[in-house]
């Protein structure tokens, strides 16, 4: 087997399993669940460092839960789109250092790398979040139209209907304020 093979078996078989970790911790058994989690985070494992930093949140240890949290921002990669996707969960989940503010704006960071990345779902959820001020972003009509046109370029038909509707409703408003 050629060395490339052998390291993607490698990974395979070390790949993090969130499921083994829920039920060693329903059974009980933390010890284990702590092992296989720092073993996991030690080989860079983002959804490892999360969920370390959930089980000392969990406990009260906030500075070890924000360590972890850190690790895992370091341990991402630019092109990781689910340890971004875990990132954001865990911020929203008020995980990390500093206020929900600051846990926000680092959710929505990871959220516009995601659609950044052509994620459509995403690119429609960032024009919500725009329109609307939602989870930390604020309401921002240029935001909105640039993830309006990113998801549309990306055939999203839906995204195609909203901006038509929020730009005439745009346009009949700035008329009747005109009209004042």
């Not at 929203?92 to 950044?116: C, D, P």
């Not at 909203?162 to 009747?176: C, M, Y």
Request: hydrophobic share 35%; charged share 30%.
């Amino acid at each position: 087997m050629d060395n490339r093979r052998i390291d993607c078996v490698e990974k395979f078989m070390s790949a993090f399993q969130k499921s083994k970790v829920v039920d060693w911790l329903a059974q009980g058994d933390s010890v284990r669940a702590l092992k296989y989690m720092t073993k996991h985070e030690l080989l860079g494992s983002i959804d490892a460092c999360i969920g370390l930093a959930n089980y000392y949140f969990s406990l009260g240890e906030r500075e070890k839960s924000d360590d972890y949290i850190d690790r895992a921002e370091r341990a991402l990669q630019e092109s990781d789109i689910d340890g971004r996707i875990s990132l954001i969960s865990a911020y929203n989940t008020a995980l990390g250092r500093g206020n929900r503010e600051h846990q926000q704006k680092r959710a929505l960071y990871h959220l516009e790398m995601v659609g950044e990345a052509g994620n459509n779902y995403v690119e429609i959820e960032l024009m919500n979040h725009y329109l609307y001020g939602l989870n930390g972003a604020p309401k921002d009509f240029k935001k909105f139209m640039y993830w309006a046109n990113r998801a549309i370029d990306n055939g999203s038909k839906y995204s195609n209907e909203i901006r038509k509707l929020i730009e005439k409703e745009s346009k009949t408003s700035r008329k009747r304020r005109s009209q004042i």
